[in-house]
């Protein structure tokens, strides 16, 4: 008798030894795992600001962290409590989070780091093509590191874990999805640019400038063109032209049945109307066509922008001089090329002014000492608001490029439901300058057949003067006053959707139709006089989804869009 | 944590290289409508046929209306279908030799809606009628005026009734059978123990009352 409580009060007192070793060591893992999480907050701060020095000392502190609380989860103590009932789980995530932290620190941060940007910047008109194939190398490792951490965070089982450690877990787990998302990204990038940039071979690039003065669904109608050549990481800027004055052109027969019959033959026929349709790849691969047909040479790709990009470069340089004329100023640039331009001067004077504002800004580049980070925020929104588009005419670099944003691909699947809102001017004139456009969203009921229903409200309103402007903005004014803007909105339901019903100013609409990649589409004629403001409600459907978020897609526009998506919860809940 | 910051910085770094051809973003040259205008202008039109509302369910009538044909033109109407086949993206629908596309599974509703047929446009070049499916699916509408050869088209979306909701069955992932075998097998565990230890206590204490 004796004997048995003296067993159960030695066993009684291990284990609450152990238990307390435990809680102990789990007290200084989640120390370790707080720092940690402090300091590489810091650190990505440090990184943004180009802090090297410091980033360094942060980054070594940080592993300092990671790897005591590694330690603190890793001794036997620890690994006996896993198997533990109730806790167990607790502590084998904890334990698991504590790993891919580690490893995250040890490996693939550093890479990072070492990847100094400012070497990335070219420098005397071309770029380091060596050096960024051994970026290239490293960022594949960086991604694998990250890929295997997100493995491991993923096989972690959340239910029946404390609030706590559950939070701990899906919070890592979301950063590090997109951690590894941007990995990949920049994987793929790094291993692509340097072919793209004529490391295997010259490379000649159409670049067209789109204007947002006069709509288009990608973001407005090609204007000017140059051709771009790139050899060995050094581009040059080679011919510029019109793309007015290529004129007209028979390639109708090429285009899918669906584009044609939403967009009728004028997408084949004119260069200014490659883009009705949304999806840049389409327009692209039209465009270089009709410049093989006209110049007899070929192209690798074509690259898109519009002002507005400008507008954020010229954040970064400072204002830039015109020989001659203004001064591009980052907050009026936009303005002043869209709209001042075509009040003040003919139009071989804004030919001219623009191929000058074009060598000014060009020459900026590459003669200032520029800040590389704003220089590449700029960028980063750019690309994120759609207004750089690329496309290459090589396959295997294409399937790469058409899963990016900057790919300006419409996706034939989709998780989110996105509806497409795309703006083409059916006026022709330049009065997209004075339009401001406005979506929302709303998430509607689930329905018996598994689709849900999306309400989409689309105002447009017009700051156009009612007089004053001149016959260069005012253009061929179809819509019969010269001052009403007419435009033509396509809206696209999201993949495998469609759309129901539409309202101008609440009143029924008779409506185009069609489909493209998956999605129904319809096109409304919405005109708006100077001043006045048009609203377009959409009731679209979605495909078969349970999810209670919604997203848009746009037409960039001169004056960025006001949007507001309201989701709802998910059909199970 | 904001690790993700630090990609970021990293991913637009590479962007960088569009450096030299972001400056060429200066260059917004609008070009204002073509120099030598063709007859036929180059800004989109609005829409020459439309079908409203532009869904329904098969069953109901949806109304095609033209406008812009040619004065009391006679307008042909041809109708190909395709199947919705939502969460099927990788099944094409089958083609004609045209382009157009065929419906691969068309249900039967009612007496067929014809595929082929005439509209008389009015003194102004308009016309609207009433058309009521008997298929499911993505219809196309081409009209073709017969005298000025215009053409347009319009697609209508024709869903299924709704079938009744059918009961939700409940989500079982691998994780949760597992998570949920592992607690019971410790509750299980801890329920043997206390059991048994339940058990030998009961035993001691007898023992020590009989004692």
Known sequence: MRRTLLAGLIVGSLVLLGGGWVGYRGWQARAHLLNAAGLAQQLSAEVMGSDVDRARRTLAALQEQAGEARAATGDPGWRVGQHAPYAGDDLGAVRQVAVAIDELARDAFPTLLRADLSTLLPGKGRLDVARLRTVSSQLTETDEVVRRARDRIAAVPTTGLVGQVRQAVTDLRAEIDQLATLTGGADQAARLLPTLLGADGARRYLMVSQNPAELRATGGMFGAYAVIEAEAGVLRMGEQSSVGGLGQFDLASKLSPEVRNLYTDLVGTYPADVNLTPDFPTAAALFRQMYTERSGTTVDGVLAVDPVVLSYLLRATGPVTVPGHTTLVSDKVVRTLLSDTYQRLDQKGQDEFFAASASAVFSAFFTRDVNPRAFLSALDRAIGERRILFWSAHQAEQRVIVGNRLGGSLPDQEKVPTVGVFLNDGSGAKLGYYLRPSATLTVGECRPDGRRLLLLRFTLHSTAPARGLSPSVLGLGLAGDPYTARTLVSVYSPAGGAVLTSRLDGVALRVGSGTERRRQAVIATVEVRPGATRTLEVDVLTGKTGSGDGDLWLTPTATPWTTQIKSAPHCDQ | ?211
């Open chain 2, 1 to 211: 944590m904001r690790l993700t910051r630090i990609i970021m910085a990293l991913t637009v770094g590479l962007a960088v290289v569009a450096a030299p051809t972001g400056a060429g973003a200066a260059q917004p040259q609008p070009t204002p409508s073509q120099p030598n205008s063709q007859p036929t202008a180059y800004p989109p039109q609005p829409p020459v046929l439309t079908v409203n509302p532009s869904t329904i369910i098969i069953g109901e009538t949806a109304t095609l209306t033209g406008a812009g044909f040619g004065l009391n033109e006679a307008v042909q109407h041809a109708v190909s279908s395709a199947p919705l086949a939502i969460g099927q993206r990788n099944q094409a629908p089958a083609r004609r030799g045209d382009g157009s596309t065929v419906a691969m599974a068309p249900v039967a509703y009612q007496a067929a809606a014809p595929l082929l047929f005439t509209v008389q446009a009015d003194a102004a070049g308009r016309f609207s009628v009433p058309y009521t499916p008997s298929v499911t699916g993505r219809l196309t509408f081409t009209a073709v005026g017969l005298t000025t050869g215009r053409t347009a088209s319009a697609t209508l979306t024709v869903l299924p009734r709704s079938q009744p909701t059918p009961s939700r069955l409940p989500v079982t992932g691998d994780s949760i059978i597992g998570t949920s075998l592992t607690v019971g097998g410790g509750l299980l565990g801890v329920g043997v123990v206390l059991t048994l230890a339940g058990l030998a206590w009961r035993r001691r204490r007898l023992d020590a009352g009989t004692n």
